[in-house]
């Protein structure tokens, strides 16, 4: 039943979607869209199913849910409290301002919200922007490394160990792989991105 409502859920849009049980870590549903008839394998696919599934643009193939590598998003807010209450001396009690927007480093960041004044663990509550914008500059200032570290610790960047084929291991950017895959350095903006889970 959580199988078909996730699949109902999701409906034909791009994505996947993965129920967890909290308590064990077990895959309650999962499922990736678009996807592929299974059935179309057991006798041997025909040459024309496999050229449309191969030359689908939407990639049927590629299981999202364990295959496909995406930004993490506001969820790595956590990651970046953690490194932040180890090793850029913030507090839960920490006080912030988000008024909408930051400026630092010749740019203004947005936030999607205007949160006022408010605390560290206010502002994950709050998903505020803002605040962890702030937390990733100190700790780009105290150890542009620390991020990273820290998101590592969390066992991100590697697999997950599922008894499912082809899976990724994912990625924790830093310096080094910056330097590697794009021939530039480790800049306080990638490290603000990363804070919230983006770049």
């Avoid at 308590?23 to 199913?49: H, K, W």
């Avoid at 930004?71 to 009690?93: N, Q």
């Amino acid at each position: 039943a959580l199988q078909k409502a996730a699949t109902e859920a999701l409906g034909d849009r791009l994505g996947s979607i993965v129920a967890l049980d909290p308590r064990t870590g077990a895959v309650l549903a999962m499922i990736s869209y678009p996807s592929f008839n299974p059935n179309d394998f057991a006798a041997g696919v025909s040459e024309s199913v496999w050229a449309g599934l191969v030359g689908d643009s939407r990639t049927p193939l590629l299981n999202r849910a364990t295959q496909a590598l995406y930004p993490p998003g506001s969820i790595f807010k956590v990651v970046t409290m953690a490194a932040g209450l180890e090793k850029a001396e913030f507090a839960p009690g920490s006080t912030f301002t988000c008024n909408g927007v930051w400026a630092a480093y010749d740019r203004n960041w947005k936030c999607y919200g205007y949160h006022g004044t408010l605390d560290l663990v206010r502002g994950l509550s709050q998903s505020c922007d803002i605040v962890f914008y702030t937390v990733g500059k100190a700790l780009y200032e105290t150890d542009p490394q620390a991020l990273s570290d820290m998101a590592k610790a969390f066992g991100l960047g590697a697999a997950t160990g599922i008894d499912l084929p082809g899976e990724s291991a994912g990625l924790v950017p830093d310096a080094a792989w910056k330097q590697q895959t794009k021939g530039e350095g480790w800049y306080p903006g990638d490290g603000v991105n990363l804070a919230i889970g983006q770049g």
